[in-house]
Every structure is written in structure tokens, then in C-alpha cells.
């Protein structure tokens, strides 16, 4: 069975919660190691006028050394362009911010933090 971490990343802000498949402790420490690294990494696109952000899901997968070991992926399909330019900002904090070496070091099972789904939640950021 594989564990998938489930992270809420909020732009301005704090990560939640870890999946039930997980010790919450695990949990508690893979969001303190990644949500800041994520959040100092991510610029959010102002969204044109009377659109709205919405939150989105980003999934990637981590290597043993704490590298995205394959291009995070949305799981969710943009129905604009805004949105499309939203997951796009999220993959690419994703990708700028790693290697999540961190991670490697902390001690914490690898089966722990391999599979990652972040929620982007824009709602939460001010323009």
C-alpha cells in the first residue's frame, strides 16, 4: 500500500495536515519542513480583474536525497488561462525550492514523504 502525504500549503502561511496513513507526528514535521521552504519559493499571479484565485492541487514524488524525482503534476485540469498561470507558479515554487534535503536528514521514513499532494490555497494570500 502506498502512504501519500497530503499537505496544505497556504500562500500566506501555515500547512495542515498529514493523511491518517501517516503517524500525525510524521506528519507535523514533513509540513514544518516543507512549508516554508514552498512558501518563500512561490509567487502567486494577480488574478485579471473580477477573476478569482482558487485553491489547486499539485502532486509530485521525492528521491531518497530529497529531490522531485518526477515534474509535479495537477490534478486538476485549468479551465482558463489564470488558472493554468496559478498550477504553473505552484509547480514552479515546487521545483525552485528543491532539493528538500531536509527531509532526507530528518530521520522520517522515505515511504513517509515519497509521495507528496500540496493544496495551494490563494485565498489566503493579500494582494
Known amino acids: 500500500m502506498i502512504r501519500r502525504l497530503r499537505i496544505v500549503a497556504l500562500a ?50 521525492l528521491g531518497l536525497d530529497g529531490s522531485v524525482s518526477e515534474r509535479p503534476v495537477s490534478q486538476k485540469e485549468p479551465s482558463s488561462d489564470y488558472e493554468r498561470l496559478m498550477i504553473a507558479s505552484g509547480v514552479r515554487a515546487i521545483l525552485k525550492c528543491g532539493p528538500y534535503s531536509a527531509l532526507a536528514a530528518s530521520g522520517l521514513p522515505y515511504e513517509a514523504w515519497r509521495d507528496i499532494d500540496i493544496n495551494f490555497d490563494p485565498s489566503q494570500t493579500t494582494f
Do not use: H, N, Y
Not at 36 to 56: D, H, N, R, V, Y
Open 12 to 61: 500566506a502561511a501555515t500547512v495542515a495536515m498529514a493523511s491518517a496513513a501517516l503517524a500525525e507526528t510524521d506528519g507535523e514535521r514533513i509540513a514544518k519542513i516543507l512549508t516554508p521552504a514552498i512558501k518563500s519559493c512561490w509567487t502567486m499571479p494577480l488574478p485579471p480583474e473580477g477573476q478569482k484565485a482558487l485553491p489547486f492541487s499539485v502532486s509530485f514524488k
